[in-house]
Nanobody
Framework: QAQLVESGGGLVQAGGSLRLSCVAT????????MAWYRQAPGNQRELVAS???????NQSDSVKGRFTISRDNYKKTVYLQMNSLKPEDTAVYYC????????????????WGQGTQVTVSS
C-alpha cells in the first residue's frame, strides 16, 4: 500500500515562514497531481494549491503571492513554502495526491495525509 507522510508544521508568529513537506511512501508506481488542503476549526476543508506532474499550478486567491507549491518527482515529494503568514492561515494542512499503487497497471487512487497543524500567532 501507500502513505502520504507530512512534516514541517508548527507555531510561528505573524509574518513568519514555514515549509511543509509531504512524501509518498510505499509501493508507489506513479505520482500524479499533488495538492495541499487546509481545514480551520468550524470550516470546510479547502484547496490551498495543487501541482500536476507536469508542473501546472493552481492556487487559492487567499495565498497567491505568499505561498509557493513545488514538487520533486524523483523524491515523490511535494512542498508548500509559506511566507508572510497570517493568523487566518491557522489550520490543519493536509497533503493529497493521486497515486498509482501496487503495480504499473493499477488505476491511480486518491490519498490523504494525516494532517499537520500550522498555528500563526498575532
Amino acid at each position: 500500500q501507500a502513505q502520504l507522510v507530512e512534516s514541517g508544521g508548527g507555531l510561528v508568529q505573524a509574518g513568519g515562514s514555514l515549509r511543509l513537506s509531504c512524501v509518498a511512501t510505499g509501493s508507489v508506481f506513479g505520482v500524479y497531481t499533488m495538492a495541499w488542503y487546509r481545514q480551520a476549526p468550524g470550516n470546510q476543508r479547502e484547496l490551498v494549491a495543487s501541482i500536476t506532474s507536469g508542473g501546472s499550478i493552481n492556487q487559492s486567491d487567499s495565498v497567491k503571492g505568499r505561498f509557493t507549491i513545488s514538487r520533486d518527482n524523483y523524491k515523490k515529494t511535494v512542498y508548500l513554502q509559506m511566507n508572510s503568514l497570517k493568523p487566518e492561515d491557522t489550520a490543519v494542512y493536509y497533503c493529497n495526491a493521486d497515486l498509482r499503487v501496487g503495480a504499473w497497471y493499477n488505476s491511480p487512487e486518491n490519498y490523504w495525509g494525516q494532517g499537520t497543524q500550522v498555528t500563526v500567532s498575532s
